[in-house]
Every structure is written in structure tokens, then in C-alpha cells.
């Protein structure tokens, strides 16, 4: 079965601190999503990558950077962790950039707690 | 710009009842569209998909029909079970130049024993 694995499904964090999330996916996709959930927003993407070493901002990237050193790990970074940061984080993977016909492959998520 | 709009929650159904979950959107082009579900504690999973007009996407008993004429894609159940109690979210994909997947809102499912 195709997986994308997220690291941690929970974690606590101090303010201030630099936080590293990590996800791989074994599916040889391209393309890596970031997104964020937070009640009543939905999802929003916070960056993204299309190849190795690539990377494109999304709607909300403020506060947030990102690695793509291997093609299956995708690497989210809080430079340095606030409340507001506080949120369920979601990766993802597809075949096109778009995840037109085939859709997106999602980990489970890792709830984030910023203290 | 592009949009999904899906119908506010929490829907409460019993069991065995029928489910629509409606969805339409606003897109420049010719989109993809998708259902996705997320249960309690978990990532999203991709429930069904729909790549052109007429297109009717099927999966665990779920359907939904691509209608171009009302730019809609809604969800349908013929009968709920509890398990099916969900976050259910319709998404499109634009398949010309770039990055583009938009996520509606969510829809959350409450089904009674």
C-alpha cells in the first residue's frame, strides 16, 4: 500500500524554538504538498515542491520554510515557533503538478502545539 | 477566481438514511474534481474522483456525477452507516499551467446508530 509518512503525530513545542515536521512518501511522486487545518479555514497551502531541491510558495508560507534535499522527503521548518503556529499540519504527494487526474495522497497529519 | 462551495455542517443522519452532501464550484478551464474524506485524528483520503463532464466518480458506495451545466459535483450515499461519520471535502484540480488544487470548507457527517 502507497504511504506518505509523517514523522510525529503529535508534538509540543516551546516559543521560539525551530521546529522540523518531516514527511516521505515511497509512491516516487514529484510533487510534495504543506498544507495547514485549522477549524473553520479549511486547508491552506503553506508550500510546495515539483522536483528535488525545488520549491514554491504557497498561499500562507510567512513563518515557514522548507527542504526538499531527496526526492521522497519533504521538510517543513518553523524558523522560530509562535502560538499563531499552532495547527493540525498535513503533507501530501501526486503525481502532477496539479494532482489533476490522480488526486493527492495525504499522511495523517501532525498535531502541533505551540506553548 | 476559483472556488468550491460546499453546504455548511454538521449534517446528523440515522443510519440507513440517504446522504447529499452538495458541492459546486467556480473555475477558469476544465478542473478535476475530487472527493476527499477525513476521519477523526487522520489525514485526508482521496474518496473519489471525476476528471470531465458526465464523469461519475464511484467508491465504498459513494457517487458523485461531474455536471458541467451546474457546476456541481455533489455527494451521494444510498444509505449512511456509522462508520461513515466523516469531514467530507470536495476539491478541484486545474489540469492547465501550473499549481492548482482547491479545497471547499468541509463538510462534517454525524451518523446516529
Known amino acids: 500500500d502507497v504511504k506518505v509518512t509523517q514523522s510525529s503525530r503529535y508534538l509540543v513545542k516551546r516559543t521560539g524554538e525551530k521546529v522540523f515536521l518531516e514527511c516521505v512518501q515511497d509512491m516516487d511522486h514529484e510533487n510534495m504538498f504543506w498544507y495547514r487545518q485549522d477549524p473553520g479555514l479549511g486547508l491552506r497551502l503553506i508550500y510546495f515542491s515539483y522536483d528535488v531541491k525545488m520549491k514554491e510558495k504557497g498561499d500562507i508560507p510567512e513563518g515557514y520554510s522548507v527542504s526538499r534535499e531527496k526526492k521522497e522527503r519533504f521538510s517543513l521548518i518553523l524558523e522560530s515557533a509562535s502560538t499563531n503556529q499552532t495547527s493540525m499540519y498535513l503533507c501530501?504527494?501526486?503525481?502532477?503538478?496539479?494532482?489533476?487526474?490522480?488526486?493527492?495522497?495525504f499522511g495523517s497529519g501532525t498535531r502541533l502545539t505551540v506553548v | 477566481g476559483d472556488s468550491v462551495t460546499q453546504m455548511e455542517g454538521p449534517v446528523t443522519l440515522s443510519e440507513e438514511a440517504f446522504l447529499t452532501i452538495n458541492c459546486t464550484y467556480t473555475?477558469?478551464?476544465?478542473?478535476?474534481l475530487f472527493w476527499y474524506v477525513q476521519y477523526p485524528g487522520e489525514g485526508l483520503q482521496l474518496l473519489l474522483k471525476a476528471t470531465k463532464a458526465d464523469d461519475k466518480g464511484s467508491n465504498k458506495g459513494f457517487e458523485a456525477t461531474y455536471r458541467k451545466e451546474t457546476t456541481s459535483f455533489h455527494l451521494e450515499k444510498g444509505s449512511v452507516q456509522v462508520s461513515d461519520s466523516a469531514v467530507y471535502f470536495c476539491a478541484l484540480s486545474l489540469n492547465t499551467g501550473g499549481f492548482k488544487t482547491i479545497f471547499g470548507a468541509g463538510t462534517r457527517l454525524f451518523v446516529k446508530a
Open positions: 501530501a504527494s501526486s503525481r502532477t503538478r496539479t494532482g489533476g487526474n490522480y488526486g493527492y495522497t
Open positions: 473555475a477558469t478551464g476544465y478542473p478535476s
